[in-house]
């Protein structure tokens, strides 16, 4: 815990020396605006990001700047959460995956088998979920201005070893975000799961330090995590789910109309991103098969069954570790979701 505060003022300071970070009016300070990413340049939130930029510049007449950091400028995904809660980052991306650790509520999108199977139906049910004022209110008690989620892609694992029920999964080692519940549900799952930085997944895999990883598509491509596994497992049991935060100091001090500005672009990116994510993991998923011979394995019914069967444990794990609030909102989502596959059937 120590060795990362100190890593924190380190980055901070060089911030600072950057000119990122200091005291300014907030006249002076909303010129540039800055947003880090969790992921490298060329990913879903890559096109996020600099689709916001245009937006902003555009309309802004070119009197605000946007610049966008890729995945390790400015460090691990926690030290960038960290940096916009302390104000030396305007704007970030924060996945509930690593955002849990302080906020555990948000890990309820970790949960897996709790959104619908239709991608239609998923789009309606992001576009409520902006709409419940609960996010707001978690995001603020930890310094940050809630603003959007977003989905990336259904998830899938690589892996050394063909993966068709839970018992497949006896003793591999499988990297996961560093998320408390994450590790949870790929015990239930009979894993061995490990945490570790989205930067070091690929050399871990090269060195059979870890026998598979778990991310969206269009990351196993962009990584090259199908160069050092051989199969990819299509479970349908998760989307990867990202929010788009802002340094809630920072966007108080904005003039109310930057304010409905900032909104009125987020809204607009995240109705753009949906198709832009789809297309992203279609093209990727066409260059794996082109550029390897990793065998494709899609789960069918009976076999995602068996796995949500393993899970279900993990619900009442998510309930303990976020407590009333967290049951309260796992239902409400439970509801959500049920109510708009109810009005598609």
Known sequence: ???????????????????LYGCKSPASE????????????????????????ALIEERSQSEITVSVYPYGTLGTSDQITEL???????????????LGKIIPEVQVFLLHFLLSDDDNINRQIYRELQKMPVFKTLYAEKGLEFLAFYPEGWMAWT??????????FAG?????????????????????????????????????????????????????FYEVTDYLIFPRQAQFIGSAVASQAFFERLPASEQQMVREVIAQ?????????AEYNRERLEVIAERSDIQMIKLNDAER?????????????????????????????????????????
């Open 159 to 168: 892996t050394q070893q063909p993966v068709r029920r839970p018992e497949d």
């Open 84 to 98: 916009v809660n302390n104000g030396a980052v305007h704007f970030a991306m924060a996945s509930p995956g690593h």
């Open 269 to 277: 990116v995240n109705d753009e991103i949906y198709d832009v994510q």
């Open 1 to 19: 815990m120590a060795r990362r505060r100190v890593q924190t003022f380190l980055l901070i300071l060089i911030c600072s020396l950057l000119g």
């Open 305 to 345: 069954a068996a796995f949500a069967e393993a899970y279900q444990p993990v619900y009442d794990i998510y309930k303990n570790l976020a407590g009333e609030r967290g049951a309260a909102l796992l239902a409400d989502v439970q509801a959500l979701v049920a109510r708009m596959q109810a009005a598609q059937s």
């Open 172 to 224: 591999m080692k499988l990297r996961v975000m560093t998320s408390s519940l994450l590790l949870a549900a790929y015990q239930n799952y009979g894993a061995s799961p490990i945490a570790m930085p989205y930067s070091e997944i690929y050399s871990a895999l090269q060195l059979k330090m870890i026998d598979g990883q778990v991310n969206p598509v269009f990351a196993i491509e962009e990584m090259s």
């Open 30 to 53: 909303g010129r540039e605006w800055r947003f880090a990413l969790e992921e490298i340049k060329g990913g879903v939130q890559d096109a996020y990001a600099m689709r916001f930029k």
